[in-house]
């Protein structure tokens, strides 16, 4: 096995079906939690909306629930896993920059949990992208 070799348990993993299906779900787990959370949780879904200033917090919050659960079934369906990836992946973009807009507050600790937590919304968009990547190829290939 030379120095850039896979090792042979890595392989085993990643060639085991499951782990696919285990990867897409905690992927999605946030927003499928968030989503039932908000669903069961009207007022609290509308209040979290006015409390980001959007209008109407009604509207947002209706919106937010059908992508936090349509998203997640779409990727781990396998069914239009593109859509479900960039409805994510937009929504994710966006309250990013609704929530932690850390360019605009004072030096601190929450600019920096907000600066953390904006670049981290970031790796999840950039996941987003590969697993509509991943799905494309793999309906390519098939």
Do not use: C
């Not at 968030?34 to 007022?43: I, M, N, R």
């Not at 659960?69 to 966006?94: D, E, K, N, S």
């Amino acid at each position: 096995m030379s120095g850039t070799a896979m090792p042979k348990l890595v392989a085993s993993v990643l060639d085991f079906a499951p782990t696919g299906l285990l990867a897409r779900l905690l992927l999605v787990s946030a927003y499928l939690v968030g989503g039932l959370t908000k669903l069961t949780d009207w007022q609290g879904a509308v209040a979290e909306q006015v409390h980001f200033g959007l209008t109407p917090p009604a509207l947002w919050a209706a919106l937010t629930i059908a992508v936090e659960l349509i998203g997640p079934l779409l990727i781990l369906t396998g069914r239009l896993v593109w859509l479900g990836a960039g409805m994510l992946g937009v929504f994710t973009f966006f309250a990013a920059l609704v929530a932690n807009a850390f360019w605009a507050m004072p030096e601190g600790p929450a600019r920096f949990g907000a600066t953390n937590a904006f670049f981290e919304h970031m790796g999840l968009v950039g996941g987003f992208v590969l697993v509509a990547i991943l799905a494309y190829r793999t309906q390519r290939s098939a």
